[in-house]
Each structure stands twice: as structure tokens, then as C-alpha cells.
């Protein structure tokens, strides 16, 4: 086997980093696309575009900005030191804050269709049925969204896990922290390691691989409301 | 990226033509080296009537490139290995590999008073982040875990390393202020023959192996006149003396 | 009692009502799409906010917008039913049946799951998935769901519009069954005559947002200042008791509320004693001067003409009739009308063929 214990603690490092995104995506997010799903406001377009931003922004800009505002000088570097968290560049909190912001489209948008997919009707029937708006989002919203929900919680992990531009930006590149396989595939490309390369980055074609085919397959079985 | 628009052009500008545009060199160059470079392509462009187009990067990921079949016809590196590997595989011209210039380390912060001129900053051990480069991809990155190490410093620091894919990222870290201090190039912080901004430690050339920074001719500027008249003025003397008010030795 | 004080505009639409409608049996809203009939309804559950509203229903207020009041429509004790059935597509027919009753608290449950389900003959759908049932099936699900939650008002929006007529006269029975068992007021918003017909105790018609009328179905039907008795389904309803019925020819005598005329009626068996409502259709109502004995119509009833108007087609004239309490509606041809010479107060006859009598 080719592959060192640190592209094991890579692999380790990039899958705690995914699932906890994904868990805290699905958490902010929720409300998140709820809220554009529903509202009238005038808000929704602007809120609608800055969730959808890293869509088409390269890492290395949403990276970029991060740098410059975790940093020491920056607003939110100052919170975090004011806090007594100290800066968050180089750490994983901060990489996990970096990937939160990089995959929020690919969960709230899904969750978002789901959302608006359901419409307002089964909303109403379950108040009609004396379902409060809470007990109706757990009865109602949550499994008639649960495709929507899969979608988003495969495809935030899935992005997280192809996230490379805004880890090397923040990351420093640092064992157990912040070197995720992506940098550690760049790594061993560059000192010309390419067999190790070869089995990291043959992972990660077939990890995307199945993420897909189990997307894809999933769509076919999913029960919309009718 | 590797292949941008107007290389796309002299790429098909070459097979249309069958050798290289002769007007034009495609340049590799090594971060470190990029503003030097630029300075010298004015000159260079004046005095022969060549073109120069420079792409910059880190040099592991111009290796790849070059045996991939990149376009460059001249590759500027930041290490003495990579072209004579390069050599060894037979990408390169015979005979036209030389020291193009020598680099100096620097230890080095924003903030003026931080370092100190002898580097005793380090020994105190009061920062929270030293960025340094990719040792395994970048010289000035394996340079500067050799300075820790001869100072026995390898270990204090260990937890404090941040590690930037090549120099101009080891750069970055500490010019935004994410880690307080850095080893950078002194080219990066370096002009006119002083340091432009914040404060450093020149970092005394015994301290780790000479950081030589070799030029190679690839076998697709064989025939390219400009390549040559390249290689030959960064051999020349008015080509010396802009290096040298980079920081690099010759 | 329900007391409902409604005032809400949208762009191009404007609802101001106030009505005073009885606290039991069926009220239907009747009017064309836009009138204002579902937004009234909505206003009611409060899943729409009347900007100036007043909602009380018996000895409840849900709503009242001078006092800041507003009872969150899960609050409010009401049953909806939709006009797509609605059903939660990831629950089973049980468990969307379940959905209210569970949420109803044990003392205020009135029905059980095997009253609703034999009420609505769908005990044996309890295990289907909403997707494989027919639409009829769909809306008596949907209309049981809504009453296990032993709803103090039942509020029905068009639920017959999306089915086919079959579905409809599949279903109707069920609601006709609801009416005589349950003893709960209901708010039925419909388009179609026949169904409120059928089912309405009292009517309110509603046009552009606004009550035209409200008053019990029999007068309401029967009056002629009203847009309903010019069309061509003008006419009223009866409700009649049975008398007697003749087995031999299948007929059925009703006596007529308040009078001592009596009707005969080609129907099933019924006791005597019981209830039967009947639609006269004003174009199945002729008028004669004597009463001939020598026809096959069966039915002829002393009347008194009382009014009378021009109808929709203008070779035709709207008569009103008085047989004895019970009021009529005749449409016959202006030339009829110059025949007979009619005129308010004349005594003649109504004759009404018995197989035109709708039960």
C-alpha cells in the first residue's frame, strides 16, 4: 500500500471536516431556505444571490477574503480575538467556517426546491389539523422535504470534500488540521510523489463517483407530494 | 492554468509555421523570481527585438507541466535539481543549464521592530505563527527548516509552522498578517538594495544550503532564436546587476 | 349563531361582507369563481388575515381586528376540507387520518376513527398510500380526516369541483349522510346549483365580494330579484314529509311544509314520517287555469301568483308562486303568460309532472 499514514490522517482530517460542515450546513441552512422558499420580501433576491455566490466565485477569491478578514486586521478576525478565540486562519475551526460559506449553495439550494416543490397547501392542511407551525415542520415539511434533504446533505459533503482553493488559501497546510486530501494530492504532485498522488486522487474519482450513481439513483425513488 | 489564450495562439502560430515564433520566448518562472522578471523584460524586450512571455508558478507543478507538454521554451526554476532532472529525462538543450541567480532567505515581518537583525526572534518563541513554504515543493521552503534545524529550533516551532504551496503563499500568510513572521524570499521584500517594508533578518547563507536557482533551455526552444538571446542576457552583465538589487547572489 | 364581518382588498379584488348565519346545519356560498366565496372561507379558518375582521362562531371569537385578536387557524376547533383532497403524500391513509385526531385533545373528541370511517365507507382503503386512490376515495378521506378532529365549524371549499360527475354523485350521499348525523354547522362553498340543492340549509350568494342575499335555501331560491332565478337551473327546493307511498307504482306523497297540498314523487321506498327534500325545476312547472283532471301530470297544486319577471330568454316570463306557504317558481312563454292574462294575486293551477321532481 502506497499510501503513508499521513494521507490516512488526510483522509481522516477531510471526512471529519465534511460531516461536520454538512451537519452544521443543514442546521443554518434549513431555516435559511425555508425562509427564501416562502417570503415575499424584497430581500429574498439579494439573499437569494449572496447564498448562491460561491457557485460562481473561484475558491481562491472566497479564500482570498477570507484571509484578509480572519486575519488579525480583519472584522471577523477581531471578533474571534475579542472573543478570546484568537485568529481562526491555520486552524480547523476556521477551515470548517471556509467550508460552511463554500458549500452553503449546494445545500440550500436543494433544500430550497424541496421547500418550494411542497408548496404552501400541506402547510395549511396541517394547521387545519391542528398542527402548530413547529410540529408541522417536523410532520410535514421534514419528510416531504427528505429528498430534498438527502440531495443537499450528499452534495455539501460531496463539495466539501472536492473544497481545495479555500483550504489553501486559509489552511497553512498543517497535519491533522487543515491538510485535507486535496492539498495533500497537490502536495505529492509537486514533490513529484505521483504514485502516491495516483491512489489518493484514484479515491477520490471513484468517491465521486459513488456519490453520484447513489444521487442520481435516489432521484428516481423519490415520492413528491401529489 | 497551464495553457492561456495567447499561448494558444503562439502554440498554433508554431504549428502552422513549424518552429517557434521567433519573435517570442515563452518564459517558466519561478514565484520568487517574478518580480525581478518583469523588471528585466523591458530591457530584455528594448535591447534584442525579442518578446518575452513569462508565466509564473510554483516549480514541481512546472516540472509536470513540462513533461506534459507544456509550451515553454525557457524554464527559470527555483531549485538546481528540477532542471537537472529535467536534463536527465532529456527535456532539456545539452549544455544550457546554468545558475541564473542565487537566492537569499530572509526571515521577515510587516511589523517594523519585529525582527530583529540576528534572527533572535525565533529563539524567543513568542509568536503564534511562523509561515514558511512547502519544504517539499519549494527550496526556500526546505531552506528554511534547514536554518531551524541548525538553530535547534525544529522541534520548538513544530506546532507553530504554517506552510504556504510555495513562496509567494508563504508570503501572503505573513504580509496579511495570519502568522506574525515568515522565511520569505528576500527578492519579495527587497529592492534598490533594502528591504521595503516591516522588518527582517537576511538570513546568513551558511545557515543552509545555497539556495541555486537554475535556468534551462526545453527541447521546444531548440530552434528559437529568442531563447537563446535570452539565456545570453541573463548571463550579461546589465542582467546581473537587476538581479542583484533583487537580494539574489550570482 | 355565527356572526363573520369581513373586509379585505387585494389588487382588483375587493371582500366586504357581513353576514349572520345560522349555528347549525349547512350554509352554502354560492357565487362564480372570483366572487369571493373561498377568500370568505379562508378569512374564517384564518389562513388569510382579513385586514378589518370580525369572526365569531357561537360562543367563540377567533378574530376580532379592533381588539388585536387573532386565533392562529391551529387554534381555531374548525375542519377543512380542500377542494384537492390534500392528503399528506408521505403518511398512509390511517396516518393521515390520525394526523388531526391525534391533535385533538381526548375531551373534545366527538368522533372516532370507526364512526369517520364508516360514515365515509373507507374502511377498507386504511392501508393504501394517497397515491393509489381514486379521487372520489381521496376526498372522503380528505372529508374524514377533517371531522376527526370533532370540528365545531366544517368548512367545505368546492370539494366536488374536481371530480366527474360520477365521483360527485358517489360522494354526495356521504355528505347527506353528514348532514342528518353530525350535528355540525358547515360552510360549503360551491358553484353548482344542484349540489346546493341538495345539501344547503341556507344560502348566502356572494358576487364581486359582496353578499347579494342570505336567507334559508326554500325563499332564497324561490326569489325573484335575485340573478339565481333567471337562469336556466332556476328553481326551488322542498322539504317535504312523507305521507304515504304507493308501492305498486313506486310513488311517494310528500306533504309540503306548512300547507295541506300534498305532491307525488316517483322515488325508492321511505317510511312515512320522514324527511325528503325535493327540486322543483321552474322549467317543469306549467299553469292552468282549471284543474284538469284528465292528463298524466300528477301533480297539481292550488297556487297564488305573487310576482312575476322577465327571464334570461326573452320569449319567456319568471313566475313566483304561493302554494300555500310554499313558495314556487314557474318558467313559461310571455305568450302563455298573455293567455292566461296572469296577474298578482291571480288563484290557478300549478302543474308539476312527477318524474320531473328531483329527490
Not at chain 1, 60 to 88: A, C, D, E, K
Not at chain 2, 187 to 210: C, E, F, M, N
Request: aromatic fraction near 8%; charge should be neutral.
Amino acid at each position: 500500500m502506497p499510501l503513508s499514514s499521513a494521507d490516512f490522517s488526510a483522509i481522516w482530517l477531510t471526512i471529519k471536516l465534511a460531516s461536520l460542515t454538512t451537519v452544521i450546513l443543514l442546521v443554518i441552512g434549513t431555516p435559511i431556505a425555508l425562509w427564501l422558499s416562502r417570503t415575499r420580501s424584497w430581500w429574498r433576491g439579494p439573499v437569494g444571490a449572496i447564498v448562491a455566490l460561491p457557485l460562481v466565485l473561484p475558491p481562491t477569491v472566497i479564500g482570498f477574503y477570507l484571509l484578509l478578514s480572519m486575519g488579525p486586521n480583519g472584522y471577523f478576525g477581531q471578533f474571534t480575538q475579542w472573543l478570546g478565540l484568537g485568529t481562526l486562519t491555520f486552524s480547523f475551526a476556521g477551515l470548517v467556517i471556509g467550508s460552511v460559506i463554500y458549500s452553503l449553495p449546494f445545500v440550500v439550494q436543494p433544500l430550497q426546491n424541496a421547500f418550494s416543490a411542497i408548496g404552501t397547501r400541506p402547510l395549511e392542511v396541517a394547521a387545519t389539523l391542528r398542527a402548530g407551525p413547529w410540529d408541522t415542520f417536523f410532520s410535514v415539511i421534514l419528510p416531504l422535504a427528505r429528498p430534498g434533504f438527502v440531495t443537499a446533505s450528499i452534495l455539501g459533503f460531496a463539495h466539501t470534500v472536492g473544497e481545495f482553493g479555500v483550504v489553501l488559501m486559509i489552511g497553512g497546510n498543517i497535519p491533522d488540521k487543515t491538510r485535507v486530501v486535496s492539498v495533500q494530492i497537490y502536495d505529492h504532485v509537486e514533490a513529484m510523489e505521483y504514485a502516491q498522488a495516483h491512489w489518493l486522487a484514484g479515491a477520490m474519482v471513484v468517491f465521486a463517483f459513488f456519490v453520484l450513481l447513489a444521487l442520481y439513483s435516489s432521484r428516481k425513488t423519490n415520492m413528491g407530494w401529489n | 492554468m497551464l495553457i492561456h489564450a495567447s499561448r494558444l495562439a503562439v502554440l498554433a502560430t508554431a504549428l502552422v509555421f513549424g518552429s517557434a515564433h521567433a519573435d517570442e520566448v515563452q518564459v517558466a518562472v519561478a514565484a520568487n523570481f517574478t518580480a525581478p522578471i518583469q523588471a528585466l523584460a523591458a530591457s530584455f524586450e528594448q535591447d534584442t527585438g525579442h518578446k518575452l512571455v513569462a508565466s509564473y508558478g510554483a516549480t514541481g507543478q512546472f516540472y509536470t507541466q513540462i513533461k506534459n507538454g507544456a509550451p515553454f521554451e525557457v524554464f527559470l526554476s527555483a531549485d538546481d535539481s528540477t532542471p537537472q532532472k529535467l536534463e536527465n529525462e532529456g527535456d532539456t538543450v545539452k549544455g544550457s543549464r546554468f545558475t541564473y541567480a542565487v537566492g537569499t532567505l530572509a526571515l521577515w515581518s510587516p511589523q517594523a521592530g519585529y525582527v530583529d537583525a540576528n534572527g533572535e526572534v525565533l529563539k524567543r518563541n513568542q509568536f503564534k505563527h511562523l509561515s514558511i513554504a512547502n519544504p517539499k515543493a519549494a527550496p526556500y521552503g526546505l531552506a528554511a527548516t534547514q536554518v531551524l534545524a541548525k538553530q535547534g529550533l525544529s522541534d520548538q516551532v513544530k506546532d507553530k509552522l504554517v506552510e504556504g504551496q510555495n513562496i509567494t503563499q508563504a508570503y501572503q500568510f505573513v504580509s496579511t498578517g495570519n502568522a506574525e513572521l515568515g522565511f520569505v524570499a528576500l527578492s519579495q521584500i527587497y529592492k534598490d538594495g533594502k528591504v521595503t517594508r516591516g522588518s527582517a533578518w537576511i538570513v546568513p547563507a551558511a545557515l543552509h544550503d545555497p539556495i541555486k536557482q537554475d535556468a534551462v533551455i526545453l527541447n521546444k526552444g531548440k530552434d528559437s532564436a529568442a531563447a537563446k538571446a535570452l539565456v545570453e542576457y541573463l548571463k550579461g552583465p546589465k542582467a546581473a546587476a537587476v538581479i542583484k538589487s533583487y537580494g539574489y547572489e550570482l | 349563531m355565527m356572526e363573520i364581518r369581513l373586509q379585505l382588498s387585494y389588487s382588483g379584488f375587493a371582500l366586504d361582507v357581513d353576514l349572520h348565519l345560522p349555528g347549525r346545519g349547512v350554509t352554502a356560498l354560492y357565487g362564480h369563481s372570483g366572487s369571493g366565496k373561498t377568500t370568505c372561507l379562508r378569512c374564517i379558518a384564518g389562513l388569510e388575515r382579513a385586514g378589518d375582521g370580525f369572526v365569531r362562531i357561537n360562543d367563540e371569537v377567533w378574530q376580532d381586528s379592533r381588539s388585536g385578536l387573532f386565533v392562529p387557524p391551529h387554534q381555531r376547533p374548525l375542519g377543512y376540507v380542500f377542494q384537492e383532497a390534500s392528503l399528506f403524500a408521505h403518511l398512509s391513509v390511517r396516518a393521515n387520518l390520525a394526523f388531526g385526531l391525534k391533535r385533538t385533545p381526548r375531551a373534545q373528541r366527538r368522533v372516532d376513527m370507526a364512526q369517520a370511517t364508516e360514515l365515509l365507507g373507507i374502511g377498507h382503503l386504511l392501508e393504501r398510500h394517497p397515491q393509489h386512490l381514486s379521487g372520489g376515495e381521496r376526498q372522503r378521506i380528505g372529508i374524514a380526516r377533517a371531522l376527526l378532529t370533532s370540528p365545531r365549524l366544517l368548512l367545505m371549499d368546492e370539494p366536488l369541483a374536481a371530480l366527474d360527475s360520477q365521483r360527485k354523485s358517489e360522494i354526495l350521499p356521504y355528505l347527506e349522510r353528514l348532514h342528518d348525523e353530525l350535528d355540525i354547522p358547515v360552510l360549503y362553498v360551491s358553484h353548482a346549483q344542484d349540489e346546493v340543492a341538495r345539501l344547503a340549509d341556507h344560502i348566502v350568494l356572494l358576487s364581486d365580494g359582496k353578499a347579494l342575499a342570505s336567507g334559508p335555501i326554500g325563499v332564497t331560491l324561490a326569489r325573484l330579484d335575485l340573478p339565481l332565478a333567471r337562469g336556466d337551473e332556476a328553481g326551488v327546493v322542498i322539504d317535504g314529509v312523507v305521507t304515504a307511498y304507493d308501492a305498486h307504482y313506486q310513488l311517494l306523497t310528500l306533504q309540503l311544509p306548512g300547507s295541506a297540498s300534498t305532491m307525488r314523487v316517483a322515488h325508492a321506498p321511505l317510511g312515512v314520517g320522514q324527511a325528503l327534500r325535493v327540486k322543483v325545476q321552474a322549467r317543469d312547472v306549467s299553469l292552468s287555469l282549471q284543474a284538469e283532471e284528465h292528463s298524466s301530470i300528477l301533480n297539481r297544486l292550488p297556487v297564488t301568483v305573487t310576482e312575476e319577471i322577465a327571464a334570461d330568454n326573452s320569449a319567456h316570463v319568471l313566475v313566483r308562486l304561493d302554494a300555500g306557504g310554499t313558495p314556487l317558481l314557474a318558467r313559461i312563454t310571455r305568450f302563455s303568460r298573455d293567455q292566461l292574462q296572469l296577474h298578482p294575486g291571480q288563484a290557478l293551477w300549478a302543474q308539476i309532472k312527477a318524474v320531473a321532481v328531483l329527490a
